[in-house]
């Protein structure tokens, strides 16, 4: 069956980056059906849609208006893998992180907890 | 973007009853792209319905959704145990997708 295993550090300084990965097993980061999200949860934010990847003959992403200026979502297809950078982070964006594939989100990985602290 | 909001807050039942949860979305959500999460604590949330009305695989037929344009419903038919837990909508229509701010099922 399809999982997602993620990975990355759970605290990050303020100002630095925040950077996540998210392994695919048992389907393909490069489908033509597929699509991958990073999502975050936080009591102040609830849940909160931050971007997607997805190949259709070439890649593509978009992210949301909140984070579209310090946000990158790549793609590794070498290692079936999705990364999440977020560049210049404040305690505001400190949550739980989830990768999650698909638009109805049908398969989430386990979370990461990440606290922004110096 | 499209705002959810979602009522009540907090509905408290016994196991057996009926729960009825609302989302209300803020403009028509595109194709009926409305899905439906349950969240335990400590846990990811967990796809029950999409496209408003699909049950996901392996969701319980306990689980229905129905609704269309801006109001949606899930409705747990007779509640179980596992089913006590927070309960999200979410629209996938148009970017970005968002989600509500959830509804808390407790035991009364």
């Known amino acids: 069956q399809v999982q997602l295993q993620q990975s990355g550090p759970g605290l990050v300084k303020p100002s630095q980056t925040l950077s996540l990965t998210c392994a695919i097993s048992?389907?393909?980061?490069?489908?033509?059906?597929?699509?991958w999200n990073w999502i975050r949860q936080s009591p102040s934010r609830g849940l909160e849609w931050l971007g997607r990847?997805?190949?259709?003959?070439?890649?593509?992403?978009d992210y949301a208006v909140s984070v579209k200026s310090r946000i990158i979502i790549n793609s590794d297809t070498s290692k079936n893998q999705v990364s999440l950078q977020l560049n210049s982070v404040t305690p505001e964006d400190t949550a739980v992180y989830y990768c999650?594939?698909?638009?109805?989100?049908?398969?989430w990985g386990q979370g990461t907890m990440v606290t922004v602290s110096s | 973007e499209i705002v959810l909001t979602q009522s009540p807050g907090t509905l408290s039942l016994s196991p057996g009853e009926r729960a009825t949860l609302s989302c209300r979305a803020s403009?028509?959500?595109?194709?009926?792209?409305l899905a439906w999460y349950q969240q335990k604590p400590g846990q990811a949330p967990r796809l029950l319905i999409y496209?408003?009305?699909s049950r996901a695989t392996g969701i319980p037929d306990r689980f229905s959704g129905s609704g269309s344009g801006t109001d949606f419903t899930l409705t747990i038919s007779r509640l179980e145990p596992e089913d006590f837990a927070v309960y999200y909508c979410?629209?996938?229509?148009?970017?970005?997708?968002?989600f509500g701010p959830g509804t808390k099922v407790d035991i009364k």
């Open positions: 999650a594939r698909g638009w109805g989100f049908d398969i």
């Open positions: 990847t997805y190949y259709r003959s070439k890649w593509y992403s």
């Open positions: 403009q028509s959500v595109s194709s009926s792209y």
């Open positions: 496209g408003v009305s």
């Open positions: 979410q629209q996938y229509g148009g970017l970005p997708f968002t």
């Open positions: 048992g389907d393909s980061v490069s489908s033509n059906s597929g699509a």
